[in-house]
């Protein structure tokens, strides 16, 4: 399972970026993927994830301002984030796990992509 993400970079608040994750050797349509987020000092928390059923989740912070979303034909996962904010800077990490497996104990990370917002 390879991840690779993209799109991350230094950007004034109130601005947009978009974030891409290119995925090989899994089923892609098939498997659960996520967006989650380091910041310096603190622990790696989802940020917006589409489970393999449909659903989607988006962190409270988050909500209204990012849109999570996959291109199964190229392989790829997006998150658009609007409306930046100081706050959001963090290094930002692509994931993926196979239906019916727990994400906390199974699953493929990227290298991360770095954002960061300039108040």
């Known amino acids: 399972v390879q991840l690779v993400e993209s799109g991350g970079g230094l950007v004034q608040a109130g601005g947009s970026l978009r974030l891409s994750c290119v995925a090989s050797g899994i089923t892609f349509s098939a498997n659960s993927m996520g967006w989650y987020r380091q910041a310096p000092g603190k622990e790696r928390e989802p940020v917006a994830v589409?489970?393999?059923?449909?659903?989607?989740y988006y962190a409270a912070p988050v909500k209204g301002r990012f849109t999570i979303s996959r291109d199964n034909a190229q392989n790829t996962l997006y998150l658009q984030m609007n409306n930046l904010k100081s706050e959001d800077t963090a290094m930002y990490y692509c994931k993926t796990w196979p239906p019916g497996k727990n994400p906390l104990f199974a699953g493929s990370w990227g290298q991360g992509t770095q954002v960061t917002v300039s108040s």
């Open positions: 589409r489970y393999s059923g449909g659903s989607i």
